[in-house]
């Protein structure tokens, strides 16, 4: 082949822009890109004061303590009146006649103390709320 048919034969032209080689899909260590582990992570500080929420302001403790005291002196009212109750019954069993009006008052004594143990319960789940309830925050 002479050096003719060179010049006249098709010519490779430089290419305009840089060519990249095909990607191998590994990406080298690049220092500016570091990754934390989830133990690492470090947890914001805790403020020494907090901010008043509203189940610190005054108004709603007031609110509390007026339930707590509501509530425990329908209980007391309760209480005072089952016992008086059962103070009746009882009095009825000591004076009783017959075998039936002794059964009778001992079954209402019985009658009483457990609705009072009831009112109890109920009362005891109403303060466990309240309680509850000034905790959630």
């Known amino acids: 082949m002479n050096t003719a048919d060179w010049s006249?034969?098709?010519r490779i032209d430089t290419p305009k822009r840089a060519v990249k080689p095909p990607s191998s899909g590994i990406t080298l260590w690049r220092p500016d890109l570091v990754l934390a582990d989830r133990t690492q992570r470090v947890s914001p500080?805790?403020?020494?004061?907090?901010?008043g929420e509203p189940a610190f302001r005054p108004e709603a403790v007031r609110a509390q303590v007026d339930a707590a005291k509501a509530?425990?002196?329908?209980f007391t009212?309760?209480?005072e009146t089952f016992e008086a109750q059962a103070a009746r019954a009882e009095a009825r069993?000591?004076?009783?006649?017959?075998?039936r009006?002794?059964?009778f008052a001992a079954m209402e004594t019985y009658r009483v103390?457990?609705?009072m143990d009831d009112v109890l319960k109920g009362?005891?789940?109403?303060?466990?709320?309240?309680?509850?309830?000034r905790s959630v925050r």
């Open 8 to 10: 006249t034969g098709h």
């Open 45 to 51: 500080p805790r403020q020494l004061i907090m901010p």
């Open 71 to 74: 509530l425990l002196r329908s």
């Open 77 to 79: 009212d309760a209480h």
């Open 93 to 99: 069993g000591q004076g009783a006649m017959s075998e």
């Open 101 to 103: 009006e002794r059964v």
């Open 113 to 115: 103390k457990a609705e």
């Open 123 to 133: 009362t005891m789940r109403k303060m466990t709320a309240l309680m509850e309830g």
